[in-house]
């Protein structure tokens, strides 16, 4: 006989399962940081520093100190949310990461709703007509867009949409002579929150061809993961049934197919978003961007362990309250997990 | 009831809902954003100069002056005591500057009437800050003026430096030093000497005032009471970080960037737009150290041998497009006080008759170098395939350039054969040399190279307060190292960079000096 479990038990033992996670995503790459090769004391000092220079550089960042010293040294601050101060910028990361995050976040959130938007409808049409050649063109189409690289993506649609056609504008946040108080760093956002809509309009635009371009894979996945739930489910008896009783089309797809459908979906949508902020880095170095992925580069350009720690750390927190959020959703909204979950 | 086994094939009707939902999300987005596409606002751009830069602007901090980036902006933000025009020391904010007979003090007398952004007056007590704090910092700029041992406020206008040793580069060093306003620092200092302070904000007196800060794009606006103040300069300098030289290109053909570097491919993209192309004269010389203390290049013959067997014109040709000059020397070949030596050049007869008389057969080498320049990765495939013509099989590596760093910092790690673009911080010939080729500079000298004779004009050039005098001295350490084959100078390069025609002082002086954005002007 199976016990009930609170949800707020559950939430917790997700939440732990989460930190535990992070711990260890911490610590392997504070690890792999340290062994890979080169000195971050030397990089830190300059490069015309002399050796007693570097020496100080080395004390004073505490890299003199054994690795074990450094680790504990590290979760140490970690505990009371400190992440450091960078051994490049000397800024502290954690405000380093404020400033880059929302730029960002804001492409991320964007493209996860132009992939929603976008590849739910057309697999629930392409699987609804599922014989024609035209569904083989869109099965085609989808999956060579999908196969891009997405940086070759990028330079493509900018240089077809924004450079040749001007449909948008090549690169940047906000075009010359518009200025958003900062107030979460995301401009569309401050644009809104200021009343500015002119802001507001010019910074989504400079939004909308980077999201779209890291939307692609994301997209032509979710297709193909909705395209084959709804034929998997269309063709269970308790559908023949539902048809045989007279059930309109579009209630029938509506109400009894696309939700089960969308089961592996909402976990895709999860998984892929703490995924956009990494792979960010490479729409927002050909679209000029500031974001999380770019500093995470810089930073491992000039071995600056901390930063680096400090993006991984959130990027992983984000994947994790990502999974938890879907999680959640599934449990209200799937009478099975919860089942499953909670019994 | 039997489960059916084949697709559904009815027809719904959900096509015209779906076709309007993609409408309504993606379509509707598109469109919104669309519509401003491409569009600047109605901002006066002609006073208005947006120039991008490639790479992370780590921190507006001086102390991080040696990064290029970061000295690039700070120009525009504060002021160094001296400058050079044209390779010449020029005054700045020093109006006077003295080497003491042996080269261990300075005396300087500063200009009157200078003022940082915050209305306080520049004294000698802000030099002495701010030299004072370089050395607390003990990171970046500091490493060019390592022998600073004190200074002293003699009075408001007068200040001495005292060196540690005697060092004759130390005065063009402090054309990368600049001066911060002590008052206004101060407050800030906390417990890092106002580091994270100074990361975003601006406590200089220079030509413009920082406004904002913020995700690589950094907004400055003309000083009215600079002392050199010049209504021509742009009202307003914005400096857009654009890593892909594609988008710098498509962003200044959009007339939405005024100017930028830009690829060697994109020399011609820009005819019939209102923008100027040019090349700054000769910014880098490209070359190859060896190790020259361990490994098989230690050989002089081996070193000789690979320099005979590279195609210098073809890859200079292929490569940077002609955009260039053959090395004849060690250093790049616009700097001063050189000696008049050859063009490098191929002869693999030669090449071939070197490692037969020094009985070399059959030989491996390995060469460092940086995967992240394209132009580097092209070089090193061009002398693999030169090499394996006279028979050396040459292995190639990447590195990243914190990593060579370190293998510095031991003759035995240094790389038996890397590739690098260097150029003179400030133009002064003596600190590439010094740097690069004195065997007590462990951490700078590329090849661990030592050699007694080299050593001693290096130790009387640093003595040596006669500029003309020194610059014999750097000639004839110049003629040793070439003579040592102790590295191989292929070429040296110009950068392409495009303007908006109207904007003027985007030359580049000397080598060394770079672009200086202070320069710039606007209008005819």
């Not at chain 1, 054994?66 to 040294?73: C, E, K, N, P, T």
């Not at chain 1, 990361?93 to 132009?114: F, K, M, N, R, Y």
């Not at chain 1, 493509?156 to 090549?170: C, D, M, R, T, Y």
Request: glycine share 8%; aromatic share 6%; with cysteine.
């Amino acid at each position: 006989m199976s016990r009930y479990v609170h949800p707020a038990l559950f939430i917790a033992r997700r939440l732990l399962g989460g930190i535990g996670t992070l711990l260890t995503l911490a610590t392997m790459v504070f690890i792999l940081l340290k062994a890979i090769p080169g000195d971050e004391a030397r990089v830190a000092a300059g490069e015309w520093a002399t050796p007693d220079q570097v020496a100080a550089v080395r004390a004073k960042l505490g890299l003199d100190r054994g690795v074990l010293s450094q680790y504990l040294s590290f979760l140490g601050r970690l505990l009371h949310g400190d992440l450091g101060v960078s051994s490049s910028t000397h800024g502290s990361v954690g405000s380093a990461i404020a400033d880059q995050l929302p730029s960002t976040a804001e492409v991320a959130v964007v493209a996860v709703l132009i992939s929603v938007t976008v590849a739910i409808p057309l697999a629930a049409f392409s699987a609804l007509r599922s014989s024609g050649a035209w569904d083989s063109t869109r099965r085609v189409t989808v999956l060579m867009l999908a196969g891009m690289p997405t940086f070759w993506l990028a330079l493509l649609a900018q240089s077809l949409l924004s450079a040749k056609l001007h449909v948008f504008p090549i690169s940047g946040q906000l075009s010359v002579g518009y200025s958003v108080p900062h107030v979460t760093g995301a401009p569309t956002l401050d644009a809104l929150l200021s009343g500015d809509l002119p802001a507001a309009r010019d910074a989504f635009s400079h939004v909308v061809l980077p999201a779209m371009v890291l939307s692609i894979p994301q997209a032509g996945l979710m297709y193909r993961v909705t395209r084959s739930e709804i034929l998997r489910i269309a063709a269970r008896p308790h559908i023949t049934v539902a048809r045989a009783a007279g059930v309109g089309r579009a209630r029938l797809v509506r109400k009894h197919i696309l939700p089960p459908a969308l089961t592996p979906v909402i976990i895709l949508i999860g998984v892929d978003f703490g995924t956009l902020f990494s792979t960010a880095i490479l729409v927002e170095s050909v679209f000029g961007r500031p974001g999380l992925g770019s500093m995470m580069t810089n930073a491992i350009r000039v071995k600056d362990t901390l930063t680096v720690e400090g993006c991984v750390l959130v990027i992983g927190m984000i994947v994790v309250a990502s999974s938890l959020v879907v999680d959640l959703v599934q449990l209200v909204r799937d009478p099975r997990v919860r089942a499953a979950e909670l019994s | 009831m039997p489960v059916p086994t084949h697709r559904p094939r009815w027809r719904p009707a959900p096509g015209r809902l779906l076709t309007s939902a993609i409408a309504a999300g993606a379509g509707a987005a598109v469109l919104l954003a669309g519509c401003a596409g491409g569009q600047s606002s109605g901002a006066d751009r002609d006073e208005t100069t947006v120039i991008a830069y490639r790479n992370q602007i780590d921190t507006l901090d001086p102390a991080r002056a040696d990064y290029q980036q970061t000295d690039n902006s700070d120009q525009l933000l504060y002021d160094t005591l001296i400058g050079y025009d044209k390779g010449k020391m020029v005054p700045q904010v020093a109006s006077t500057f003295t080497y003491s007979p042996d080269v261990t003090s300075i005396d300087l007398t500063l200009r009157s009437g200078v003022t940082f952004h915050s209305g306080n007056p520049l004294t000698a007590k802000d030099v002495v800050y701010s030299l004072d704090r370089y050395k607390a910092v003990g990171q970046g700029i500091i490493g060019q003026i390592s022998t600073y041992k004190s200074s002293t406020a003699v009075d408001d206008s007068h200040v001495k430096i005292e060196l540690t040793q005697p060092d004759s580069l130390f005065m063009g060093a402090l054309s990368r030093v600049y001066i911060l306003d002590s008052k206004l620092v101060a407050q800030h200092a906390g417990s890092d000497q106002a580091q994270s302070w100074l990361l975003d904000h601006d406590a200089g007196s220079g030509p413009f005032t920082l406004v904002s800060a913020s995700g690589g794009t950094y907004q400055m606006s003309r000083a009215d009471k600079f002392w050199d103040f010049d209504a021509k300069r742009p009202k307003t300098i914005i400096l857009r970080r654009i890593d892909d030289q594609a988008t710098i290109r498509d962003e200044i053909r959009a007339g939405n960037v005024d100017g930028g570097w830009i690829s060697y491919d994109d020399k011609d993209a820009f005819a019939g737009k209102n923008v100027v192309v040019g090349a700054s004269p000769d910014t880098f010389q490209m070359a190859i150290y060896f190790n020259t203390s361990t490994g098989p290049t230690a050989n002089p013959a081996v070193r000789e041998a690979v320099r005979l067997a590279f195609d210098y014109k073809g890859a200079l040709s292929t490569i940077y497009k002609d955009q260039g000059t053959i090395a004849n020397g060690p250093l790049p070949t616009n700097l001063t006080c050189r000696p008049d030596l050859p063009a490098s050049a191929q002869d693999l007869n030669k090449a071939k008759a070197v490692l037969a008389d020094a009985g070399l057969s059959d030989l491996t080498l390995t060469m460092r170098y940086q995967p992240n320049f394209p132009e580097h990765a092209a070089a090193a495939t061009l002398l693999q395939s030169d090499l394996s013509k006279i028979g050396v099989k040459l292995k190639l590596e990447p590195i990243a350039f914190s990593d060579y760093l370190t293998m510095l910092n031991d003759p035995k790690t240094i790389p038996s054969i890397m590739l690098l673009g260097e150029g003179a911080s400030y133009p002064d010939t003596g600190v590439m040399v010094v740097n690069t080729f004195w065997s007590k500079k462990i951490g700078t000298n590329r090849g661990g190279y030592a050699n007694p004779a080299a050593d001693a004009l290096i130790e009387k050039a640093i003595v040596t307060p006669d500029a003309d005098a020194r610059c014999k001295i750097y000639s004839q350490v110049q003629q040793t190292v070439d003579g040592d084959y102790a590295t191989m100078p292929l070429y040296t390069v110009s950068m392409l960079w495009a303007w908006r025609s109207d904007i003027k002082g985007t030359d580049i002086p000397s080598p060394g000096e770079g672009i200086s954005y202070r320069s710039i002007t606007v209008g005819s």
